[in-house]
T-cell receptor, first 113, second 114 residues
Framework: QKEVEQNSGPLSVPEGAIASLNCTYS??????FFWYRQYSGKSPELIMS????GDKEDGRFTAQLNKASQYVSLLIRDSQPSDSATYLC?????????????FGKGTKLSVKP | GAVVSQHPSWVICKSGTSVKIECRSL??????MFWYRQFPKQSLMLMAT?????????EQGVEKDKFLINHASLTLSTLTVTSAHPEDSSFYIC??????????FGSGTRLTVV
């Protein structure tokens, strides 16, 4: 059973701080990793994808991947109250004809003004 | 990027009736779409994979006769909740796109069965 693990939180950070969200996955052969943001009552929104070891930056977001440790993280710099949401880590599973995403349970982030 | 439209956004139905939810890919052709269910404060649960022109693939524990999926065209998949009961009340979300780039989700359908 392929699994994706996240700390459910809540993770509380002050406005302007760096929020660090972590995720581990069980399938060593996984190649594609994604971070989604889900506001309460809304559907998930894709914010980052990463495929290679190292860092990938997009604005205030940085995704980090370490395949040897089977570890993915998301850093949010200069956190804003509008970043308060649940962040879902997802790993692509290519078991079928087209891959499906395996999601972690999500980490709830709260950014305090 | 991939745009996925889902309709309706919310629906209230009486116990025992059926409800149809539509998922459309607006700017791409989707041979595969995914249907998820999410209960309050829980993560997404994949219900089934919808395949254009063939039968859907259901996840273990999901009743295929209760959750009917039809993917008759490259831009439309439908999920019909048959003989709905209060325990079927949930947030249903579809997704589609290209695996390499990650999938886009529809806006979701909140189903309440009374």
């Amino acid at each position: 059973q392929k699994e994706v693990e996240q700390n459910s939180g809540p993770l509380s950070v002050p406005e302007g701080a760096i929020a660090s969200l972590n995720c581990t996955y069980s399938d060593r052969g996984s190649q594609s990793f994604f971070w989604y943001r889900q506001y309460s009552g809304k559907s998930p929104e894709l914010i980052m994808s990463i495929y290679s070891n190292g860092d990938k930056e997009d604005g205030r977001f940085t995704a980090q991947l370490n395949k040897a440790s089977q570890y993915v993280s998301l850093l949010i710099r200069d956190s804003q109250p509008s970043d308060s949401a649940t962040y879902l880590c997802a790993v692509m599973n290519y078991g079928g004809s087209q891959g499906n995403l395996i999601f972690g349970k999500g980490t709830k982030l709260s950014v305090k003004p | 990027g991939a745009v996925v439209s889902q309709h309706p956004s919310w629906v209230i139905c009486k116990s025992g009736t059926s409800v149809k939810i539509e998922c459309r890919s607006l700017d791409f052709q989707a041979t595969t779409m995914f249907w998820y269910r999410q209960f309050p404060k829980q993560s997404l649960m994949l219900m089934a994979t919808s395949n254009e022109g063939s039968k859907a693939t259901y996840e273990q524990g999901v009743e295929k006769d209760k959750f009917l999926i039809n993917h008759a065209s490259l831009t439309l998949s439908t999920l019909t909740v048959t003989s709905a009961h209060p325990e079927d009340s949930s947030f249903y979300i579809c997704s589609a796109g290209r695996a390499l780039y990650g999938y886009t989700f529809g806006s979701g359908t909140r189903l309440t069965v009374v």
